[in-house]
């Protein structure tokens, strides 16, 4: 895996946090310091609240944290004006649980905007960079990820899903002039490639750029683009802002969240480790398994645990309520409280957090079958997108 010189935070040897790893313990407000990005303050929280009537629990419970230019979007949608969102996949396997929360994220901003989304499928980022992986495998995972998506309960008249290979014919003359205005030198700063990268990898930064700008040349409507994600993303923003005015586009706003931690201690999700990890492909028996194996912020044994209580924030399956399967914020305090006096034990809450995931999961699956027949609608077609 390569170095990444500039957003390596070298102090700490534990935290990585690059687009292509994320390891260590995270310290997100270290990350907002070093990627120059601003914190999600209280008084763009109460903006959120006025503007789409009520904030989202990932807005509310701050996982949603940082931001670049979040203020540009809200005038806009203040003023009647348009923005569109942007967000994507890198697909070289399965999606996961984690991946869905900046897509669940982005569902809320659409619903409460009506701006549409682009949404990129990154075949020919994952085949550059994963060397086992074949192209046609990762377009395979592609469409296989996009049911995903669809099954979130994303409209077809409101979404463009962009199969990078596939669609290379509507980006490719965006991605040569973006290429064109990012020296190696920046690219290597801001990534750190090294001389045995590959010569697609180097390149593949402009074709990330490309949705930020695509809405302007399909419908000569030049507005700027929101993009919420992990901030595992962001180098990918920073040098896309520096060089989208000079292209005569608006440089595009980010809003970023936290990243969903691994079954295991420590980490963020990751499909590199599938054993911790919930794929939403998985049958109820292996999110059983799973769930059960996880780490958690319990004691050793039951009577210590019911004696001095557990830490919910050491907890990963408290993490997975807080994230995804807990709406009600009362009773997120109530299961803290709970956890913290030994009220609840480990074994109490893997079997709540394994009834809900499989809840979902069963709805999940079912609605991704049905995607299958609904995928051709979320083409992108030049020219007719408002
Ligand atoms: P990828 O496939 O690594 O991740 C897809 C999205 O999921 C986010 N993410 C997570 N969010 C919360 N918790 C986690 N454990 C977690 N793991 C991943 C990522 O930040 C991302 O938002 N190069 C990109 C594909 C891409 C893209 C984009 C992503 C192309 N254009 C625009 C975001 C926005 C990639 O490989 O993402």
Same mark, same amino acid.
């Given at each position: 895996m390569i170095s990444n010189k500039a957003v390596k935070c070298l102090a700490n040897e534990e935290m990585v946090v690059t687009p292509w790893e994320v390891r260590g313990k995270i310290d997100y407000e270290r990350l907002i310091r070093e990627f120059g990005t601003q914190p999600l303050t209280d008084e763009l929280m109460e903006r959120m609240k006025k503007d789409f009537g009520e904030l989202h629990p990932q807005l509310r419970r701050r996982l949603f944290f940082s931001h670049r230019d979040l203020n540009v979007i809200l005038d806009r949608f203040e003023n009647g004006q348009r923005f569109v969102l942007y967000t994507g996949r890198g697909p070289s396997g399965p999606v996961h649980i984690g991946h869905l929360v900046p897509w669940i994220f982005t569902k809320y901003l659409q619903e409460k905007t009506g701006a549409r989304l682009y949404f990129q499928m990154t075949d020919d980022e994952k085949f550059l960079i994963?060397?086992?992986?074949t192209l046609e495998e990762t377009t395979k995972w592609g469409y296989d990820n996009a049911l995903d998506l669809i099954a979130l309960g994303f409209k077809p008249e409101k979404t463009s899903i962009i199969f990078d290979v596939r669609d290379i014919f509507s980006l490719y003359d965006i991605a040569v002039k973006v290429a064109k205005r990012i020296t190696y030198s920046t690219a290597r700063a801001v990534?750190?490639? =090294?001389?045995?990268?590959n010569l697609g990898w180097v390149f593949w930064p402009a074709i990330q750029a490309v949705p930020c700008f695509i809405h302007a040349k399909l419908t000569q409507e030049n507005v700027p683009a929101l993009i919420p994600a992990a901030?595992?993303?962001d180098p990918y923003w920073r040098i896309t802002r520096d060089i989208a005015q000079k292209l005569g586009y608006c440089k595009p706003a980010q809003i970023h969240c936290r990243f969903v931690p691994g079954?295991? =201690?420590?980490?963020?999700?990751?499909?590199?480790e599938p054993e911790t990890c919930i794929f939403t492909i998985d049958t109820p028996e292996e999110v059983k398994n799973k769930i059960w194996n996880a780490f958690t912020?319990? =004691?050793?044994t039951i009577k210590e645990q019911r004696n001095t209580g557990g830490n919910p924030y050491l907890c990963t399956i408290f993490q997975y309520f807080l994230y995804?399967?807990?709406?009600d914020d009362k009773k997120i305090s109530e299961l803290d409280e709970n956890c913290r006096t030994g009220k609840v034990i480990c074994g109490d809450c893997k079997t709540i957090l394994t009834e809900r995931v499989n809840r979902f999961l069963k709805e999940h699956q079912k609605k991704r079958e049905k995607a299958k027949e609904e995928i051709q609608n979320f083409s992108l077609k030049a020219g007719e997108k408002k």
């Open positions: 994963e060397d086992e992986m990534f750190g490639f =090294k001389d045995s990268t901030i595992d993303q079954l295991g =201690k420590g980490g963020k999700m990751s499909a590199s912020g319990g =004691k050793p995804l399967f807990e709406e």
